[in-house]
């Protein structure tokens, strides 16, 4: 588990050191940071000198995990890839793809793809993603929160934001 990450500017070579503890209370993130999520916020993150975003996140073991010089965003949601992925696919993307698989297989459907100008973060909660859901009742497919899903998770906020599909 990490317990810190160092911010390191490229421009200024200002740096500084972000602990986990912080970082988790500063963000309106209801799971612990980790390299599936980072991504969801590593934008806020800026140069404390020069206030510019061209810098190096290294963990507590010094791996770069973030070089914002060299980034590369996800095909699926474009989001910032931590490196040192060689997928297309953020980590998030890549497991939705799995379990999208897993439940073409079980519905016997094939999940369509997530509209472009849809893919991202959820338009009214911010913390989770759009994700593509199937509804028994009326049997089609809709837009949803990732963040839905915590509904069951005691104490835990989840958000409802649906879209119909058109």
């Given at each position: 588990?990490v317990?810190?990450f160092?911010i390191?500017?490229n421009?200024?070579?200002?740096s500084?050191?972000?602990d986990?503890n912080?970082?988790?209370n500063?963000?309106p993130m209801f799971?612990p940071?980790s390299?599936?999520n ?14 510019k ?8 073991s010094?791996r770069?995990?973030?070089d914002?010089?060299s980034?590369?965003?996800c095909?699926s949601?474009?989001l ?17 793809g ?6 073409n297989?079980?519905l016997?459907?094939?999940?369509p793809?997530i509209?472009?100008?849809r ?8 913390k ?12 089609k497919?809709f ?7 915590n509904?069951?998770?005691k104490?835990?906020t989840?958000?409802k934001?649906t879209?119909?599909?058109?």
């Amino acid at each position: 588990m990490v317990k810190y990450f160092d911010i390191n500017c490229n421009d200024c070579a200002n740096s500084k050191r972000l602990d986990i503890n912080h970082l988790e209370n500063m963000l309106p993130m209801f799971a612990p940071i980790s390299l599936k999520n980072i991504n969801q916020f590593i934008y806020k993150f800026s140069c404390a000198k020069c206030n510019k975003k061209n810098f190096v996140l290294t963990d507590d073991s010094g791996r770069i995990i973030f070089d914002m010089e060299s980034l590369s965003l996800c095909y699926s949601c474009e989001l910032p890839i931590p490196n040192p992925r060689k997928n297309k696919l953020c980590i998030t993307c890549v497991e939705e793809g799995e379990l999208i698989s897993s439940e073409n297989k079980r519905l016997g459907k094939v999940f369509p793809d997530i509209p472009k100008n849809r893919k991202g973060a959820c338009p009214k909660c911010k913390k989770g993603f759009v994700v593509m859901r199937y509804s028994e009742i009326n049997k089609k497919f809709f837009l949803g929160c990732s963040e839905y899903d915590n509904r069951y998770v005691k104490n835990s906020t989840y958000c409802k934001w649906t879209q119909e599909i058109s």
